[in-house]
Nanobody, 114 residues
């Protein structure tokens, strides 16, 4: 079965860090362009970061540049989002996505609050 499963979300204080994981099954993750998105309450889903199938190009939303890092572990067929210097405005449900053909994970909640 082709699917993506996110994990690693939780509650963290401002300035803290989290690492999200996106485990792929039913396909080889490194062969596809993969992305992280997020959706805050009352807002549209927005692109956070993208990594190409070759893994040689990463793109980030301006709001997370310098704080978040997208990466892949091909041996584990898993993608990651390392999030540092977290801010309350980073609070959202985070989703991973295979860009084409498109599939979404179920999402993981990240809450940044003191």
């Amino acid at each position: 079965q082709v699917q993506l499963v996110e994990s690693g979300g939780g509650l963290v204080q401002p300035g803290g860090s989290l690492r999200l994981s996106c485990a792929a099954s039913g396909f080889t993750l490194r062969m596809y362009v993969m992305s992280w998105y997020r959706q805050a309450p009352g807002k549209e889903r927005e692109l956070v970061a993208t990594i190409t199938s070759r893994g040689d190009t990463e793109n980030y939303a301006e709001s997370v540049k310098g704080r978040f890092t997208i990466s892949r572990d091909n041996a584990k067929n898993t993608m990651y989002l390392e999030m540092n210097s977290l801010k309350p405005e980073d609070t959202a449900v985070y989703y991973c996505r295979r860009d084409f053909p498109r599939i979404w994970g179920q999402g993981t909640q990240v809450t940044v609050s003191s």
